[in-house]
């Protein structure tokens, strides 16, 4: 038996030989993570991170436009080489040397931004509007697009599986058309290349794409994270079950095929809450980590849907602010700049004001303003009563680089619509007067129509939809019906029939004068 086994043994010790050699080999030549391709847009002006794999204590040089960063694998392998900053341009060869050397091609060094949130960022262009128009004219080799595959994770990953990609239509046509007409707008303001990254899931919820330690850290988000590790202790304790249950559905089909008795129901494993797309930080754990800390110079956030159809939308603040300081905190470069789309009209127009949890999500998404070196952009007038994924993505994007333009480059540029100052009682005239900032040369109206979309209450707390007229930067506001006004609301519904904007045409933002709670306040 020991000669017949002979071939073999030796065949697997070659194999297992063979197989070591290889992936020595393999640590031979250093490695870079999964987000440094070829095609890759590099952010200038700033340190440039560049990090990878190695032989543990292997020296590793990255060199690339002229300059070199010098970096050693730690002894789990790990290593990470900081370039100084670049100027805009390219193509560049970046060149990674250890023990062998690794090169990536047709680099160039511009704008980098990461566009994140869940369908309508995610949206592609051809699904998009006047795509027939827009995607063959997206031939433009100096804006790159990489894609983060839909993963998610229970702990953070380093892998992310997307090559950097020249745009074309072909590249263009399943990228997110949010980002791609943000990028075109970026590419024509600033001349230089524009890297996009795609980080988007549809259907998601905030509290998913917020890693772990942040959403620990805050008492308010406790009551989510026990619900998912209850559930997971319970899907655990489930499975430790399984083994008898099974054996019991045997035991029972066994004896009904022998003709006594009815077959039983097969058993159904529990579901595993680590499967769940929406579980706490997975996106973050699958999407965002393994791009940290990849040069950026801001973010796009195009998301609260599914948290506002689900009653959240007064904890959306705090969520939302989380998460801007957990991304900051990761790349750990500043305040970079942050961008957020308010969600737009959608559903049929109330017939009478009420509350309203769209309403309130935005509101919410406006809070992010508190946080330094944020922008929001309004996109009340450009969506779609009957389709929540409104079609009209390039005016998002447009919008979107106007407020890049003012908050990320210094821009002296007006990126949005009127927004409310403040509000004056004036009560011989039963009238509210509201006053404006951001209002270009002038308030104005869509079609120069009657303004519409303001509602008046008094002490009673019950609005009533109201006259509204422009005088001068400001906006009075009355009804026959509210003797002794105490507050106004404009646009405060999930479809607003609102109409006013400054001389540029951009959305007046959502505002009310009153603190009065919400039908959302008290949910968690």
Request: charged share 20%; hydrophobic share 45%.
């Amino acid at each position: 038996m020991l000669l017949i086994g002979l071939p073999y043994i030796v065949a697997t010790v070659v194999v297992f030989a063979l197989t070591a050699l290889a992936a020595r080999r393999a640590w031979a030549r250093p490695t870079v993570a999964d987000v440094f391709t070829d095609h890759m847009v590099l952010q200038r002006d700033v340190d440039v991170p560049v990090w990878g794999t190695a032989n543990p204590g292997e020296s590793v040089t990255v060199e690339l436009a002229g300059a070199t960063a010098d970096g050693e694998a730690d002894a789990e392998g790990a290593w990470r080489a900081t370039l100084p900053p670049l100027s805009a341009g390219g193509p560049h060869e970046m060149v990674v040397r250890g023990a062998e050397s690794v090169a990536l091609t047709n680099v160039m060094v511009g704008e980098v931004w990461i566009a994140a949130g869940q369908s309508n960022m995610e949206w592609p262009m051809s699904a998009s509007l006047r795509v027939a128009e827009y995607l063959p004219a997206a031939t433009d080799p100096d804006l790159r697009l990489f894609t983060c595959p839909r993963v998610m994770f229970h702990e953070p990953t380093d892998r992310v599986d997307g090559p950097w990609t020249p745009c074309t239509p072909e590249a263009a046509h399943g990228f997110s058309a949010v980002a791609y007409h943000f990028g075109r707008h970026l590419r024509r303001e600033l001349g230089v290349p524009v890297g996009l990254i795609n980080a988007s899931w549809g259907g998601s919820w905030i509290e998913a794409w917020i890693s772990r330690p942040r959403l620990e850290s805050d008492e308010a988000f406790a009551a989510g994270l026990a619900r998912y590790d209850n559930a997971l202790r319970a899907y655990e304790g489930g499975m430790t079950d399984m083994p008898w249950r099974t054996h019991e559905y045997r035991v029972g089909m066994r004896t009904a095929m022998q003709g006594g008795g009815e077959f039983p129901a097969a058993p159904t494993p529990p579901a595993d809450p680590r499967e769940q797309a929406n579980r706490p930080a997975g996106m973050y754990n699958g999407m965002i980590a393994p791009v940290v800390p990849y040069a950026i110079r801001g973010a796009l956030w195009y998301q609260g849907e599914s948290n506002a159809i689900s009653s959240l939308s007064y904890a959306y603040r705090g969520l939302l602010h989380a998460l801007i300081n957990d991304w900051r905190e990761a790349w750990d470069i500043g305040a970079f700049p942050f961008l957020v789309v308010q969600l737009p009209d959608w559903l049929l127009p109330p017939e009478e004001p009420e509350d309203d949890m769209w309403a309130e999500i935005r509101e919410a998404q406006a809070a992010a303003l508190e946080l330094e070196n944020t922008g929001l952009t309004v996109t009340l007038d450009i969506g779609d009563a009957d389709d929540i994924h409104p079609p009209n993505k390039r005016d998002v994007g447009a919008r979107l680089a106007l407020n890049a333009l003012r908050v990320a480059y210094g821009r002296d540029v007006l990126d949005s619509g009127p927004t409310y100052a403040g509000m004056v009682e004036e009560a011989e005239e039963a009238a509210i007067r509201i006053s404006f900032e951001n209002v270009g040369s002038g308030l104005a109206t869509v079609g120069g129509k009657p303004l519409a979309g303001f509602a008046i209450a008094g002490a009673d707390r019950k609005f009533r939809w109201a006259q509204a007229t422009i005088e001068g930067d400001t906006v009075v506001v009355h009804s026959d019906l509210v003797r002794h006004p105490a507050a106004v609301r404009y646009a405060w519904a999930s479809n607003p029939l609102c109409n006013l904007t400054n001389d540029s045409g951009l959305p007046a933002r959502p505002f009310r004068t009153d603190d009065w709670p919400g039908i959302t306040d008290d949910n968690q």
